[in-house]
């Protein structure tokens, strides 16, 4: 199996950045996807961003709220995606959470707070 640890959250003004980190360790393939989602209070948790790996190659995609703000990157060799949060806005709040799905497999992180004041 695999095992998940966030990190990265915190409090931020309006306008400043973060970057979130999701280590994964296990019985990690080559062949995976590892993704951001979000939940804020009182909503669904919500896609922010995936990268699919294919070996060495990446594919990435984007919730059109965070498109031009956040940049998701995964580091094959650590095993870890980050999650670059740019000009981030108060709607941004909740927390986020780390995911990996390989060949149906899916495990979640325990999310990381991030709250932005305005």
């Known amino acids: 199996q695999v095992q998940l640890v966030e990190s990265g959250g915190g409090l931020v003004q309006a306008g400043g950045s973060l970057r979130l980190s999701c280590a994964a360790s296990?019985?990690?393939?080559?062949?995976?996807?590892m993704g951001w989602y979000r939940q804020a209070p009182g909503k669904e948790r919500e896609l922010v961003a995936t990268v699919i790996k294919i070996g060495s190659t990446q594919t990435t995609k984007y919730a059109l709220s965070v498109k031009g703000r956040f940049t998701i990157s995964g580091d094959n060799a650590k095993n870890t995606v980050y999650l670059q949060m740019n000009n981030l806005k108060a709607e941004d709040t909740g927390v986020y959470y780390c995911r990996f799905q390989s060949f149906g497999n899916v495990y979640w992180g325990q999310g990381t707070q991030v709250t932005v004041s305005s």
């Open positions: 296990g019985s990690i393939i080559s062949i995976n996807t």
